[in-house]
């Protein structure tokens, strides 16, 4: 599968969207618009090979719900980013088997990399 799940309102994921400039083939996701599902999820989970890695503790909400002091787990994890799209690090790129999460500009050179190839 080719995937970006992405928000639409978010100016470095546009700018990121802009600068890998995907293919036809891949499909855009905007989280605010059509929320991530359970499977959707799980297919990240499995590529990522946990939640954690998927979680922004960077997201106002995290902050606000003062989530920093508590001990969470993987379910945890999954609970939240399930519960509301500010809590999925963005952007996530699904390209075959491989997944790049996030915005670090080692990930997205690694991603631009991987979808120049494909």
Known sequence: MKKIYFLKTCNTCLRILKELNPSSEFVLQDIKAQEITATQLEEMHGLSGSYESLFSKRAKLYKEMDLKNQDLTERDFKHYLLEHYTFLKRPV?????????????????????????S
Do not use: R
């Open 93 to 117: 790129i699904l390209s075959g088997s491989k997944i790049f999460i996030g915005n670090s500009q080692k990930n997205i050179k690694a991603a631009k990399t991987e979808l120049e190839k």
